[in-house]
């Protein structure tokens, strides 16, 4: 019996972040870029990179509370901007994990109890948007705004509805953490990209939207440089038949994951994130032995899954706001704990896992204009 395949939520680049939003405005809102909020109880990340000792810049925050749990939840991902340092590995990349009740502390034991029995699938039923905490009591969860319908998927003006979708990293072990509740002062020296928020629109709006031709450029571009031979190979693998017949063409090592990270983003070349909780992601090259020797939770010793992962259109949105920044990366996979688990009273962001993949073919995202 075929397994059931995880809903995926597309991440897409919407309006600039004014002024210094404070509050549950700020970290109830997902973004690229800005500065790291902090949730009621939990400090504020101030990280540094473990390559070159310089201040990491915020790349997204996600607010993304889980279906049946009590918890706010907030996800922050960060890197360094030195040059030379974005490839670094884990040493330049982090990802944090902040939590904090939604319900009255004397709740917390039940709480407890909740998470504990938390399915894999939780998250999505009954999604909206991204985490609103504007009604009375609401039980946690993963909520999403889908958009209207797929015809109207672009062009649906989501500034209004992402005042509950933030994208926030907490960091673990950050030098002098900002105590919780209190924003980060913005110093000349820190580095910093240009905020902006994040919307989001389930995948399958744009299946019927799939723009081939530009797909089709890309891989041209790709066959040029490369020497490979592609017209029966496109014509296989950019095909809605679903046969997947092109994995069986006989071609370079490695090329095949490729074909198959072009034919999925095809639909929406724009997304700058994919979420899908305990899904499966879209690997751009082949993947190494960090995928299946995942670290378990440094927390509770359980496994990490994996939950979304930040997409080559982000490299050219993300702008500098000082200093001449930039990061290069193909895809970022972003796997945290199964059980989402948080110790009553915690204040320190949890760290988790991220596994960068480079881009195979570097000009071929750099020479992409998304906007």
Known sequence: ??????????????????????????WTASKLGG????????????????????????IVQVYCPLEGSPFHRLLHV???????????????????????????????????????????????EGADDWGSDTEEAPSPQLTLDFGNDASSAKDVDWTARLQDLRLQDAVLGAAHPVPPGEQTALSPGLPLFLPYYICVADEDEYIDFVNLDHAHSLLRD???????????????????????????????????????F???????????????????????????????????????????????????????????????????????????????????NHQIPMEEFCIIQEDPDELLFKSTSFY
């Open 1 to 26: 019996m075929a397994a059931v395949l995880k809903p995926v939520l597309l991440g897409l680049r919407d309006a600039p972040v004014h002024g210094s939003p404070t509050g549950p405005d700020a």
């Open 35 to 58: 500065i790291p909020d902090a949730l009621p109880t939990v400090a504020a990340p101030r990280p540094v990179c473990q390559r070159c000792g310089q201040p990491l810049a915020l």
């Open 78 to 124: 960060f890197a360094c901007a030195c040059p030379g340092c974005s490839t670094g590995g884990a040493r330049s990349w982090k990802v944090f994990r902040s939590q904090c009740l939604q319900v009255p502390e004397r709740e917390a034991q039940d709480a407890q109890t909740q998470e504990n029995s938390l399915a894999a699938e939780d998250w999505c």
């Open 222 to 260: 790709y066959q040029q440089r490369e020497g490979i031979a592609m017209d029966q190979l496109l014509s296989q693998s950019l095909s809605n038949d679903g046969d997947e017949k092109y994995e069986k063409t006989v071609i370079k090592s490695g090329d095949q994951t490729f074909y198959k």
């Open 262 to 344: 072009m034919k999925r983003i095809a639909a929406c070349q724009e997304q700058i994130l994919r979420y899908s909780w305990s899904g499966e992601p879209l690997f751009l090259t082949c993947p190494t032995s960090e995928v299946t020797e995942l670290p378990a939770c440094s927390q509770c010793g359980g496994r990490r899954i994996f939950e979304f992962q930040l997409m080559p259109a982000l490299v050219s949105m993300l702008k500098s706001a000082n200093l001449g920044l930039s990061v290069e990366f193909g895809t970022i996979l972003v796997y945290t704990c199964e059980k989402s688990c948080w110790p009553p």
